[in-house]
């Protein structure tokens, strides 16, 4: 039956097909792109009934950062990072209110590509930026909306990366950069063609190395990429390789009261310490069958491994609590004996092994005598995750806030692994009309299926929990568009458009609410979970005027229908489940202006954004003043209540001037508004509220407001061209040394303003510091190449 749903689907949508031309579709503009992950004929930019922003490769150089999250969220419309992790190169991205976090248990929406490779860990849909070489990227495309042409997890938006060619960077760079927390980066690469044209080459290095700006959180980033191509007048291929082995601490959110007394740079505990690696093997290629049909398809092969270690406070924790005269675990008065270690050691190893290979069909040819592409294709994908949880418990903490004084020898606390198999159907195609009218159509029939198996069950000690179990997951989505271009200079568009997500092994493996477990780690039973279906809306208009001024307007809505979210539960903040909570929604609009005006270039955008729950549900947050009943608070999430950690408005501006044709100095400008507080979900937390004295068990509810506050930051960058290829540059950040928080949750902590234990919980606000001022100052030096590639 579901074949003869995919065969139906495709045949519909390819009798109309004929062949053509790919210049039979461009309307004067030479911007053309691809409008799948995939190598494609391609479409003008100014028909396709989305805004999706452009970066190329210039844009990047133009202002060194850490990685392409740092470039996006300065530069990008909609774009936004939460520093949960602690750590530049960990950040939770958030486009339009939709997340690519590196995060277990964070609710995932955007999907993310290099060289049409799926970055996306099919464990938990997980997006591991510091596993995307910056140095290698020669462009990248943001695709708005729950366009279903991009597969599983589009429900925001797609991010589609592709990396350099030797046949594109001809020559050889060495570049390295020094400054504030230790940092040292050195980068190397190499490309080059053969004397007959037909073989190009590409090989570049990456180390970078540093303190971090708090205090115990080091970081270190080996990367490397390499990449060999051959092309003949029909045919290209390319076969790449990826390296990546990175150890980096982020120690995470930090107590409120903790950082107003040690200083902004102090830890909550430690360490928090992750460390990725990836070999990643992919083949693409694409083919003209004629001048008007090409054929396109890429394999691959990753297998990437990440092992953690945190440093927790053992949530089975019951000590004294400060009676006078008790002594922890004294059972002579008959009571309970308590657990008395303060600290526990949670280890975790993850290993996924994917592979997969997709294939498309681009067919160009008027018909009835008008414009029109179609693209048919498929694709599969397997992985095969292997995970494992390990927990030591501690007497104690040192001064440092470290674990010591181990009281256990380490226990396994999961084993489990996860099957996933996709496989997918899709079919995309634009009709011009007439010069004016362009209508484009899409469909994608996406089949998953998630086994697992827990290899604890039935072990002596680990109860009858059992996170195994087999799932499917299948469905049709549709889009549609039209776009109205009355000149070349300007064009109006409108579309509709369904994304579907299904539940991942984490996720499945973590949906009992009588079986909770600690994210990203144990894992108890397995209850049905819908897939997540977005459903958006989108009208916008762009173009031109007076040839160096470029806008661009858009608003949008977007439901999610069944939407995952991890549900905290008991005492344990770090512990839950995941569940459907209904609908959520996000609605707003994306401003965007450039001009280039003789020396000057300006780029300036508005973003706002309106992201609410759509149904009610139950969460438990003791930290919120609104809570209700003593331990175990909980507080009742109701329709309108915004999601927390979205900005509601942001306004972002680049200005880059060009002193002299050798030395250019560059600005950005960013802010954000307030952001409501992860535990504050029911937007009614108060500040000062009679709730902030000590409850019932000793707990205390956070003075200080459900919301993170906005913030205003400057950086500036500037390059100087020596000549001879020599060229030195300088980054500054935060110039005037704001402090400021990019997320935060209403939570509990052991540990006062001295940073010293206490047997008492005590409620708190846990925040992500942002970075203070810092700089940075460094050299490259290019040799032996064509002239640079725009």
């Known amino acids: 039956m579901k074949l003869k749903i995919s065969a139906l689907v495709v045949l519909a949508l390819a009798s109309s097909a004929s062949l053509g031309a790919a210049e039979k579709l461009t309307t004067g503009t030479i911007n053309v792109i691809s409008t799948t992950p995939l190598p494609s004929i391609g479409l003008p930019l100014n028909i396709i009934p989305a805004n999706i922003q452009i970066v190329n490769r210039t844009d990047l150089k133009n202002q060194a950062g850490v990685s392409i999250v740092d470039f996006a969220n300065n530069n990008l419309q909609g774009v936004s990072i939460q520093e949960t992790q602690g750590n530049p190169f960990q950040p939770d991205v958030t486009f339009r209110g939709y997340s690519a976090s590196p995060l277990g248990g964070a609710p995932q929406g955007i999907s993310v590509f290099l060289d049409g490779v799926r970055m996306n860990e099919p464990f938990g849909d997980t997006v591991r930026w510091d596993l995307i070489p910056t140095f290698a990227i020669q462009g990248m495309q943001m695709v708005p909306g729950s366009n279903p042409v991009y597969g599983l997890n589009t429900l925001g938006g797609a991010i589609a990366i592709q990396t350099k060619s030797g046949r594109l960077n001809q020559g050889a760079a060495i570049e390295a950069s020094a400054g504030s927390w230790g940092r040292k980066n050195v980068s190397a690469e190499y490309g080059g063609v053969s004397k007959d044209g037909s073989v190009d080459y590409f090989l570049g290095v990456n180390y970078l190395d540093e303190d971090g700006w708090r205090k115990y959180s080091p970081t270190t980033v080996k990367q490397t990429f390499g990449k060999v191509g051959w092309q003949s007048e029909t045919t290209k291929i390319d076969l790449s390789y990826l390296n990546v082995n990175n150890d980096m601490i982020g120690n995470g959110l930090v107590p409120e009261e903790l950082m107003n007394g040690l200083g902004r740079d102090a830890i909550h505990t430690r360490p928090d310490q992750t460390r990725n690696s990836l070999n990643q093997i992919t083949l693409n290629g694409s083919h003209w069958l004629n001048n008007d049909v090409m054929f396109s398809a890429n394999t691959y092969y990753r297998r990437s ?109 999961t084993n489990f692994k996860g099957k996933t198999t996709t496989s997918s159907i899709f079919a995309t195609d634009t009709f011009s009309v007439n010069e004016l009218v362009h209508l484009t159509g899409g469909l994608r029939y996406n089949y998953s299926k998630v086994n697992n198996k827990d290899f604890l069950v039935g072990t002596a000690g680990y109860g009858t929990a059992d996170a195994g179990g087999r799932h499917t997951f ?54 049905p979970l819908k897939q997540v279906v977005a459903k958006t809306y989108d009208l916008g208009a762009k173009g031109n005027l007076a040839g160096n001024v470029k806008w661009n307007a858009s608003v949008y809505h977007a439901v999610n229908h069944n939407d995952l979210q991890f549900i905290h539960a008991g005492t344990n903040s770090s512990m839950g489940y995941f569940n459907n909570v209904g609908k959520t929604q996000r609605q707003g609009l994306d401003l965007g202006l450039s001009a280039s005006i003789d020396k000057l270039t300006l780029t300036g955008s508005y973003g706002f954004v309106r992201a609410t729950y759509e149904d009610g549900f139950t969460l438990t947050s003791e930290s919120n003043s609104s809570g209700e009943g003593s331990g175990d608070r909980t507080i009742e999430v109701n329709k309108g209540n915004y999601l927390a950690g979205i900005p509601k408005h942001q306004f972002k501006l680049r200005a880059q001037y060009d002193v002299i044709p050798a030395w250019t100095v560059g600005a950005n400008l960013v802010a954000f508004s307030s952001r409501y507080m992860h535990g504050n979900e029911n937007n009614k937390h108060q500040a000062n509220s009679f709730a902030c004295t000590p409850g019932e068990d000793g707990d205390e509810i956070p003075c200080g407001k459900g919301k993170t506050g906005g913030y205003t930051i400057v950086n500036l960058d500037t390059q100087y061209n020596v000549g001879s290829g020599w060229k030195v540059f300088a980054k500054a950040i935060n110039i005037f040394d704001k402090d400021y928080e990019t997320t935060g949750r209403l939570g509990m902590s052991h540990f006062g303003s001295n940073g010293v234990w206490s047997d008492d919980t005590l409620g708190t606000r846990l925040l992500s510091p942002g970075a203070p001022r810092a700089g940075w100052i460094g050299v490259r030096y290019e040799f032996g190449g064509a002239p640079e590639a725009k």
């Open 305 to 413: 491994n990440q092992k953690t270690l945190n440093g927790d406070v053992n949530d089975t924790f019951t000590g004294d609590r400060g009676d006078a005269g008790s002594v922890c675990g004294d059972t002579t008065s008959g009571s309970t004996a308590e657990v008395c270690e303060q600290a526990v050691f949670n280890r975790t190893k993850t290993r996924t092994t994917a592979a997969g290979i997709s294939a498309q069909l681009a067919f160009n040819q008027n018909i009835f005598n008008k414009k029109n592409q179609l693209i048919v294709g498929t694709a599969f994908d397997r992985s095969i995750s292997k995970f494992g949880q390990f927990e030591q418990e501690f007497n104690s903490w040192d001064s440092t806030r470290y674990p010591s004084s181990a009281a256990d020898d380490e226990e396994t606390a």
């Open 474 to 527: 299948a469905r049709v989505n549709p889009s549609l568009g039209l776009t109205v271009t009355p000149n070349q200079n300007v064009s109006i568009f409108g579309s509709y458009s369904e994304s579907n997500r299904a539940p991942t092994a984490m996720e499945l493996a973590c949906a009992d609410p009588l079986n909770p477990c600690l994210l990203p780690n144990a894992m108890a039973s397995d209850p």
